[in-house]
């Protein structure tokens, strides 16, 4: 199973929604899981992490993770070459290791990365950005260019950002 979250934050809570799905092709969820937390942590550049883990991990709490699984991530798991790690690597050393993350992130991050992809997507000249942990990138690269919909932003990850959105 392939689960994908994403936050969105309200004025006094953040909305966290997970979208559970089969295959990497796959046009309908399987399950959707939300929960509403309070807002622990305020925006800070460069640690984005620290606002959105405790969301994602609250919300783990109610999914039964099995060998095999992975997990998706608005954002990145590697951040540069450097070893610094983003919102994914934080979440894979809270799973110990235990199942791979892959970040997809619609935004750019300016520091070189030989661990980070682009993806381009239907007609778009704008890529997805595509770092992982746990599985190779290159693997993981094809599988999100084969994720259905014709458009940048896959359906089923299009479906996500729109349900956190929705108080």
Not at 22 to 43: H, L, M, P, Q, R
Not at 63 to 73: A, K, P, Q, S
């Amino acid at each position: 199973m392939i689960y994908a979250f994403d936050t969105y934050y309200f004025e006094n809570f953040a909305k966290t929604v997970c979208i559970a799905f089969e295959a990497w092709d796959s046009e309908t969820e399987t399950e959707i899981f939300t929960e509403k937390t309070t807002v622990t942590a305020g925006y800070e550049s460069g640690a984005f992490y620290k606002r959105e883990l405790p969301c994602i991990l609250s919300l783990l709490n109610k999914i039964n993770l099995n060998e095999g699984d992975m997990i998706i991530v608005d954002g990145y798991v590697t951040l540069d070459n450097k070893g610094k790690i983003g919102l994914g690597g934080h979440l894979f050393e809270a799973l110990e290791g235990k199942i791979p993350v892959i970040g997809i992130a619609k935004n750019e991050f300016i520091s070189s990365d030989d661990q980070r992809r682009t993806v381009f997507r239907g007609e778009s000249k704008t890529p997805l950005f595509v770092t992982a942990i746990g599985v190779y990138v290159d693997e993981v690269k094809v599988k999100v260019e084969q994720m259905h919909g014709n458009f940048r932003i896959p359906t089923l990850l299009k479906k996500l950002d729109q349900l956190t959105r929705i108080e």
